[in-house]
């Protein structure tokens, strides 16, 4: 119908103008960015690195066992001896920039896809295996490595960040940007549009807690691209709630490191909380369920290509930092022992005895689960010497 309402002013019905997307992969983006693509330094204003080239060898090193690690998990998957797995690959600057960025106090919420900052954190990367394979329910206590279970549901560790922050705030554990605590959520683009997490952006400005937001932007939230999330930048949210955002390479490793860590103090000092948008792209499937084939173009992901973030340190390594071809043999070989003895302890896990799980729900059993264990427990038997 073209014809408005009666009594109803025409401009109701006025065409609504399209939203405006994103610049594609093959446009300019700003952000912070101290390394590019071809491996070369680059300055900024406001940011700068202050670690030698043996940390970036360091970085190096992470970021080649990380991707080797998640290449051996999908395999695994592949082969069946995990139900899913959610790869990192494309997006290893980002976290390994980040996670090491933390201090011994800082503490993580991750989603179910920091592979790279669990790295950094010291989680045993088999207990990662764990989850996906059934056998456990996160196989790590989060107070060992100041890094939480890996969390399901979209965008519900940052609620659970900011409550933790807040109790850092509570505990006058904040004050010294150095020694002080703070705490860091990690969330994708898809995850922007949840409501938890802008109740997060809420209650983290209000009561100025010590919180780091970090939004791997990867460009896809699952098969939505992130036209379909924002209209704007994500980082430019930050200012609708009253704290301040930036937008970081999140292929550079150098720059991902040197915001997180400013952004760190300013919690740790008791500045209140920062939005970081890490823009970056997702170079595989969301998990090993999916089909990126169905929904993007291989150009964008040829073009991406071009910007890895190994790649880039890797050129400036041999470039600018004389580093030889023993340092990467040497990283090659220890990336492939990793994914050996990974594998060797996945295919090694025993299978879960499931009435044990019922041990790990209270502290002290209630009436109510004891009757549901002994339900199962019923149940069960009642399959047994058929077949």
Known sequence: MSESMPGTPPEVFAPVEAPVSPPRAAEEVEFVQLLTPEGERVEHPEYSFDLDDEAIKGFYRDMTLVRRIDAEATALQRQGELGLWASLLGQEAAQIGSGRALND???????????????CQGVDPLHLLGLFRGVDQGGWSPNDHNFQLYTIVIGAQTLHATGY?????????VGDPDNGEATIAYFGDGASSQGDVNEAFIWSSVFNAPVVF???NNQWAISEPIDRQTRIPLYQRAAGFGFPGVRVDGN????????????????????????????????????TSDDP????????LEHWKLKDPIERLHAYLTRHAGVGHDFFDQVDAEADKVAAELRA?????????????????????????????????????SFEGEG
């Open 105 to 119: 106090k800082d503490m993580v919420f991750p989603t179910y896809r920091e592979h790279g900052v669990a790295w």
């Open 165 to 173: 922050a807040m109790g850092q705030q509570r505990d006058h554990a």
């Open 214 to 216: 970090f939004c791997q």
């Open 252 to 287: 550079d490793v150098l720059a991902t490191y040197a915001v997180t860590q400013q952004a760190l103090k300013r919690a740790r000092e008791g500045s209140g909380p920062t939005l970081i948008e890490a823009y970056t792209y997702r170079m595989g499937a969301h998990t």
């Open 293 to 300: 084939t169905k929904y993007r173009l291989s150009e964008d």
């Open 345 to 381: 302890g996945c295919l090694a896990m025993p299978d879960p005895v499931l009435t044990d799980y019922f041990q790990h729900v209270y502290v002290d059993e209630t009436p109510q689960l004891a009757e549901q264990r002994d339900q199962y427990v019923a149940y069960s038997a």
